[in-house]
């Protein structure tokens, strides 16, 4: 069973990520819809969410490399 690294900086780098995400989140939700002018801006912004998560989930799937291989 594979072992989790706590890395301190990493872990407060995702919790500030995760609090900046969720204020933006109910400035979203309280937004009045009908002011936005541009919804490309967000439509290319939830893209590049969905495509930053999905990578993520395939690197956190990809085997580790191999530390006994030979060195040349």
């Not at 290319?44 to 191999?66: D, E, F, M, Y």
């Amino acid at each position: 069973m594979p072992v989790y690294d706590f890395k301190l900086i990493e872990e407060i780098a995702w919790v500030a990520l995760v609090a900046a995400a969720v204020a933006a989140l109910e400035v979203i939700v309280g937004a009045d819809l009908a002011k936005v002018v541009d919804w490309r801006a967000w439509t290319i912004a939830l893209g590049a969410a969905a495509v930053r998560a999905a990578a993520a989930a395939i690197l956190a799937r990809l085997p580790a490399p191999s530390t006994t291989g030979s060195k040349p």
